[in-house]
């Protein structure tokens, strides 16, 4: 079965630079949300998207931006790198959001480096 | 405070041996509780969730109990083997209509030959 597909996988980026990752949700699910899990901590939600429009928002910093395209699958950008920001970045998909039973599928998940 | 705790922190087993990890939650309005395994340094893999009206649910040898009295969950691994090494994650999904997820720590646990 089609999973969760999160590229890339891996990005080394300096401070003040400026990365983007991209999530591709399992086919026919319309709902994606964004992760950030550092280093022996639980994942912490960022933003999620319904059909294209923004979901919910948590502890997403102004310096990130993330947007779903009318594919379904989303884009984190991430502007004016810290070194604080790397972390794993965790993408999931569902059917629609909110109903219990909807399960979140988790993708592989990129890992930023920020040196 | 929306919040969910799990323990041990960490276990260690013998391969073949039954073990059980717990959570403890205070979440409100609870929507339902997974546990989800996730090896280190992937996503999360979702292995059983109950809602309000479930005590328990099994996934071959994984079994969670969910008692919504006292808010707590349990997770049953029985006749671990060395594959099931990995950090055992409870979230609970709260806020109805926004599926919000509140995870626990985890549990890492080490099933040694």
């Known amino acids: 079965a089609a999973g969760v597909i999160q590229s890339p996988r891996h990005l080394i980026k300096e401070k003040r630079e400026t990365a983007t990752l991209k999530c591709y949700p399992i086919?026919?699910?319309?709902?994606v949300y964004w992760y950030q899990q550092g280093p022996g901590q639980d994942p912490q939600f960022l933003i999620s998207?319904?059909?294209?429009?923004?979901?919910d928002k948590g502890s997403i910093p102004d310096r990130f931006s993330a947007q779903q395209f009318s594919d379904y699958h989303s884009e984190l950008n991430m502007s004016s790198l810290e070194l604080g920001d790397s972390a794993l970045y965790f993408c999931?998909?569902?059917?629609?959001?909110?109903?219990?039973?909807?399960?979140?599928?988790f993708g592989p998940g990129t890992r930023l480096t920020v040196t | 405070k929306n919040q969910v705790e799990q323990s041990p922190q960490s276990l260690i087993i013998l391969e073949g041996k039954n073990c059980t990890l717990q959570?403890?939650?205070?979440?409100?309005?609870?929507?339902?509780l997974r546990w989800y395994k996730q090896d280190t340094g992937r996503g999360p893999v979702s292995l059983t969730i109950?809602?309000?009206?479930?005590n328990t649910k099994s996934n071959g040898r994984y079994t969670a109990t969910l008692d919504a009295d006292t808010k707590q969950s349990s997770l049953h691994i029985t006749a671990s083997q060395l594959s099931d090494s990995a950090s055992y994650i409870c979230?609970?999904?709260?806020?109805?209509?926004?599926?919000?997820?509140?995870f626990g720590t985890g549990t890492l646990l080490a099933v040694q030959p």
């Open positions: 999931a998909s569902s059917e629609r959001p909110g109903l219990a039973g909807f399960e979140q599928y």
């Open positions: 086919p026919r699910h319309d709902t």
């Open positions: 998207f319904y059909e294209k429009m923004q979901s």
């Open positions: 959570c403890n939650y205070t979440v409100s309005p609870f929507s339902n």
């Open positions: 109950m809602t309000f009206s479930e």
């Open positions: 979230v609970v999904s709260y806020g109805g209509a926004t599926n919000k997820l509140i």
